[in-house]
């Protein structure tokens, strides 16, 4: 096939730029891309937060999509939807700049109410899924991931990261505990928060066995951040943020929660598509892209530091990341 001219390229980019425009160019579109900004939703759950027939939603996240606006991604039975925020391709620095203009928009309250109602029911699901398996929740994690298979890899990774102090440290969805004696032998003083009471029991109990003194038990989900302003010299997360209804408020969360240099440690599952893993286990998210959980961090103050990777016979993937709470003279600049 021969090259394109310049002059048929040109013609091409500007086909593509029009394209681009005429997409966005409506004001519910709009509104679908700022609500994306912070999370993925499923074509119903969009239609609910709009409050406009699924139908008409189906259309305008297929000419989202189709312009590249949209990317979406299969989670068990629904698609899910969320922005393309790639710094890849030729329309990326329009893209940055139409999303940037977009989230200096404020959604309007019944839009934010409806988003918080999906939120809460994702948490109730994710909630009562602790609660009826609570005491046998080792065994369905075990399936796809045995503790003592990614937990001493999570201790030497976290062994290697470079924290200004080891004082104080959250561990977010403790679970049965195994974590926390690690914890509660580095740092002085250790919190373990959990939103499921069934868990923190659990928690508290193997504590006690252990007896370990310097642990607090606080049953709550990340909302607890919010009231601890740097607070935490380090924050740790295993296998948690795929139960989350929205994971990247998990990162705003913590952030605010980390002191300036502190670090957040990661394990989780990389994107996957073994969806047995929601009704087995309460997964609500089949694991996630690398990239995803980087964007996260950087949108809310942390920079990427090292990372790892390892395979299980299983097929699942697992990732750690340390992700590093810039000072915040740093940021103001
Ligand atoms: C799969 S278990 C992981 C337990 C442990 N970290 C491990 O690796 O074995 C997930 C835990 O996170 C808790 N959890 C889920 N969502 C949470 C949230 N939003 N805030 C706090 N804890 C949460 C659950 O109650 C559960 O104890």
Redesign the pocket.
């Known amino acids: 096939m021969e090259a394109l001219s310049p002059i048929e390229n040109g013609s091409a980019a500007l086909a593509e730029l029009a394209h681009l425009l005429k997409s966005a160019g409506d004001e519910l579109r709009l509104e679908i891309l700022r609500a994306l900004a912070q999370d993925s939703f499923g074509v119903l759950e969009i239609s609910h937060i709009f409050d406009v027939r699924q139908n008409s939603i189906s259309h305008h996240l297929k000419v989202l999509a189709t312009a590249g606006l949209v990317n979406t991604r299969r989670e068990g039975n629904s698609i899910f939807y969320r922005r393309n925020n790639s710094h890849l391709g030729d329309q990326a620095l329009l893209r940055a700049a139409l999303f940037q203009q977009i989230d200096n928009l404020e959604l309007s309250p019944d839009v934010q109410t409806r988003i918080e109602d999906i939120h809460h029911k994702r ?1 109730d699901i ?1 909630q009562s899924f ?1 609660k009826e398996h609570g005491s046998s ?1 080792r065994e369905k ?1 075990d399936l796809i991931a045995e ?1 003592k298979v990614y937990g001493g890899q999570v201790e030497s990774f976290l062994a290697s990261c470079e924290l200004p102090q080891w004082h104080t440290a959250l561990e ?5 505990g ?2 926390l004696p690690l914890l509660a032998a580095r740092f002085a003083q250790v919190t373990a ?4 009471a069934t ?1 923190l029991q659990r928690t508290q109990q193997l504590c006690e066995q252990q007896q370990l003194g310097n642990i607090e038990f606080i049953h709550h ?2 909302q607890f951040c919010r009231e601890q302003s740097q607070a935490f010299d380090c924050v740790v997360i ?3 943020l795929h ?2 209804p929205s994971p990247r408020q998990i990162f705003s969360d913590v952030s605010n929660a980390l002191k300036p240099g502190g670090v957040l440690v990661v394990c989780e599952l990389c994107q996957h598509n073994q969806d047995w893993t929601q009704q087995a286990c309460g997964d609500v998210w089949l694991g996630f892209e690398p990239r995803e959980l980087v964007e996260w961090a950087q949108a809310t103050n942390m920079q990427h530091g090292q990372n790892t990777f390892f395979a299980l016979r299983n097929g699942f993937q697992i990732q750690i990341h340390e992700f590093v709470k810039v000072p915040s003279q740093v940021t103001e600049r």
């Open positions: 948490a994710s602790f929740l994690q503790f977010i969805g403790p679970g049965d195994e974590f928060l959990d939103n499921s868990m989900d990340t295993n296998m948690v139960h989350t």
